[in-house]
């Protein structure tokens, strides 16, 4: 079957950088998105790799390998507004076909 | 800005009610997706239209059926509301070849049935 696997909870420091990682299962794979998603919030888009390697957006960088079915999201000078979940999608032949993983809690200590 | 919104942020409803969710967005997108949230298990696809009166089922139909016969509106309707049906559903929008995989939420409605 068709998943995406991130680990369920993540905690860091303030400042620190931490890594967010999703291994994947999926047939006609396209691309791997990344979603963020404050408590009481609406998930909001993050980025998408359709190529292998690095895309970076300020201090949120993701990356993918497609070799290895892998991706992962990296924040950098955690903040903590960053406490959120984040969700990785992937699949998507067609829209229909993207799927989500379960979700990611990222808890920044001061 | 791309802008969904959703009818309601909070329901409550008894079991065997009919319900609709409805969700409208502005940006002339022709993809609109409805999913549930439940906690542990992500995002999960009940229904998709990729336009005016087309629809696809997800991975989690059963319940469920859809409206679009509008562009901009994606309604949700669940027929006879059981207590499992309890969840945050979620609408979503996306143009329709954007290469971004990119999809715009509403709000949510969390929903209760009693």
């Known amino acids: 079957g068709q998943s995406l696997e991130q680990p369920s909870e993540v905690t860091a420091v303030e400042g620190a950088i931490v890594q967010i990682n999703c291994t994947y299962q999926t047939s006609g794979f396209y691309g791997l998105s990344w979603y963020q998603q404050h408590d009481g919030g609406a998930p909001t888009f993050l980025s998408y790799?359709?190529?292998?390697g690095l895309e970076e957006t300020g201090r949120f960088s993701s990356f993918l390998s497609r070799s290895d079915s892998y991706g992962y999201l990296l924040l950098q000078e955690l903040q903590m507004k960053d406490s959120a979940s984040y969700f990785c999608a992937g699949g998507g032949s067609s829209a229909s076909k993207i799927i989500f993983g379960s979700g990611t809690r990222l808890s920044i200590r001061p | 800005d791309v802008k969904v919104t959703q009818s309601s942020r909070y329901l409550v409803k008894r079991t065997g009610e009919k319900v609709f969710l409805e969700c409208v967005q502005d940006m002339d997108h022709e993809n609109m997706f409805w999913y549930r949230q439940d906690p542990g298990l992500g995002l999960r696809l009940i229904y998709f239209s990729y336009d005016v009166k087309m629809k696809e089922k997800g991975d989690i139909p059963e319940g469920y059926s859809v409206s679009r016969e509008k562009k901009e509106r994606f309604s949700l309707i669940l027929e006879s509301a059981s207590t499992n049906q309890t969840s945050m559903y979620l609408c979503a929008s996306s143009p329709w070849a954007s290469g971004r995989d990119e999809q715009y939420f509403g709000p949510g409605t969390r929903l209760t049935v009693t």
């Open positions: 790799n359709a190529l292998d």
